[in-house]
């Protein structure tokens, strides 16, 4: 059976392998001159492959339909994925988080190994080559592909071109514009795993570039007085607003909230930021006494360098309203009290989502309604089959996206 797969990214790539490996002629199409670009820059670029957490902690972790994806996570699960790539000589570990790197911390080390695993398997691979229009037969039946160059048939073909972010490796959207003009619905494609922007001005100029790592948030629908999520870890600072992993998780709930686009316009979702969750108010309280008798006679600007990052400081001086030349030993009850609850829940008010091409997924995607669960199969074309982000699924940061990749490719493959 000669089998066509449309984008070489996790997704494609483990479905050629896997279709090969079933005895079937495979050939791999790829947009961009090497295979796994986008792969290649993930995690910072040093890949989070996967996570070490239970298949049901996946589902849980992917609020983007994640019960659709219960067989193929079952299929293809994080341990089949390392050791995949430990069968290839690349060594995995696990770090905060439950996330799984390679050790040598190179995310091309994981893109070689599929690519490895390709030659291995003889899959004819053609780059640089831009897939146009999917042919189907009068009957609804996949019969091939065409490129600008040539038509290409095939026996069946998987479609896996990835979502619309991160434009530059390729992810631009082509697979959604093939797949509706065959019959399928693509649901609004959004922003996933983003950065926000604030309304803050100052607070971007004053702050950008600030890394915090431990710290708490809280996103809050002020409306209703409402949690819509709290997390623990590390986020940044930026030129625009807030960034980094809990920040990026945040915006994976946000995307989905009910009038999120009224709410961010009336200044109706705010961050509570805690720099210090592992002290209770009255223990933080106490530190600040500790720190202020030691330097009982220096100015309140200069006393905080011992609890606070530099940077941070006459920020936090601004918003507690305290004299920054008072002597520490005359600040009041009152005004510490202030001080500690700044240092607990200091606000920025979430503007808007960062365009879909900032996003490291897309939200939406082919209608789950039209795909076959247990072999990703299309309802509405036979033999065509959707593999890794081109379909209506996403999930929060820590390798569960990738997962997703691997897990809808092998069943595709398969």
């Known amino acids: ?72 996570f079952n299929s293809f699960t994080n341990l089949d994925i390392i050791n995949f790539i430990e069968k290839q000589g690349i060594k995995t570990k696990v770090e905060r988080g439950n996330r799984v790197f390679p050790v040598t911390d190179n ?26 229009e999917i042919l189907k037969n009068n009957e609804n039946v996949a019969i091939g592909i065409k490129t600008k160059n040539e038509t290409i048939k095939g026996d069946k073909i998987i479609l896996a071109t990835g979502g619309k972010s991160y434009p530059l490796t390729g992810s631009t959207g082509d ?16 922003p996933s ?41 590390e986020m940044l600072f930026t030129h625009f607003g807030v960034s980094g992993p809990i920040i990026l998780s945040a915006s994976s709930h946000l995307v989905r909230y009910k009038n999120i686009t009224e709410l961010l316009k009336n200044r109706q979702i705010k961050i509570l930021i805690d720099f210090k969750p592992a002290l209770t108010p009255e223990k933080l309280n106490q530190r600040i006494l500790r720190d202020f008798e030691e330097q009982k006679n220096k100015s309140f600007k200069n006393s905080l360098d011992m609890l606070l990052p530099q940077k941070l400081i ?18 009041t009850k009152e005004q510490r009290e202030k001080l500690v609850n700044l240092l607990k829940r200091f606000e920025v008010t979430i503007k808007d989502f960062r ?53 809808t490719g092998y069943v595709a493959g398969m």
């Open 193 to 233: 795993l983003v950065p926000l922007t604030t309304y803050e001005e100052e607070l971007h100029k004053n702050l950008q570039g600030l890394s915090l790592k431990n710290v708490e948030i809280k996103m809050i629908d002020i409306s209703k007085n409402k949690e819509i999520y709290k997390d623990f870890g």
């Open 355 to 407: 365009p879909i091409e900032d996003a490291i997924i897309t939200a939406g995607g082919i209608n789950i309604k039209e795909i076959n669960p247990k072999t990703m199969e299309s309802k509405i074309i036979k033999n065509l089959y959707f593999a890794g982000e081109i379909i209506d699924v996403d999930a929060y940061t820590g390798g569960f996206n990738l997962q997703i990749a691997y897990s």
């Open 1 to 72: 059976m000669k089998v066509i797969v449309i984008g070489g990214g996790p997704a494609g790539m483990m479905s050629a392998i896997k279709s090969s490996e079933q005895g079937n002629e495979v050939i791999l199409i790829e947009k961009n001159n090497v295979l796994g670009k986008k792969l290649a820059i993930t995690g910072k670029g040093r890949c989070n492959i996967t996570s070490s957490l239970s298949i049901d902690e996946f589902i849980k972790n992917t609020p983007g339909n994640g019960r659709f994806l219960y067989s193929v």
């Open 314 to 331: 006459p920020e936090i001086i601004i918003r507690s309203e305290i004299d920054p030349e008072e002597k520490v030993n005359s600040i």
């Open 107 to 132: 995310a091309k080390d994981v893109v070689n190994c599929f690519v490895k695993k390709i030659k291995e398997q003889k899959i004819k691979v053609i780059l640089n080559t831009e897939v146009t």
């Open 175 to 190: 697979g959604y514009k093939i797949a509706n003009k065959l019959g399928h619905t693509v649901t609004e494609l959004k």
